[in-house]
């Protein structure tokens, strides 16, 4: 099945746009951290990162804020992060030593 332009991926995504696009939040949706949770024990999200918040100057403040990516999506990350830590290192042998 060929994923149509509204199914592309928008991997990784913030936690606050989910919420928004999902309509969860003061006057919307209710349940945004079950529905999260769901997906995460189910394999289908994965927190990829944590983003900060900056201010006028640049510098970072408060909470750290979820970046969710597809398990795939991921993979694909750390994979391109060995490669660049182990430039003379086959593709094969990356990929055994991450199953």
Known sequence: M????????????????????GNYGKNG??????MITRLQKQCYVVISDFKYSTDKSGNQYGW???E??????SYQRVLKQFKKILPYTGNEEIERILR
């Open 2 to 21: 060929e994923r149509t332009r509204d199914q592309e991926s928008k991997a990784p995504v913030l936690s606050k746009t989910l919420k928004k696009d």
């Open 29 to 34: 949706r209710k349940g945004y951290d079950t």
């Open 64 to 66: 750290g804020i979820a």
């Open 68 to 73: 969710y990516s597809t398990p795939e999506e």
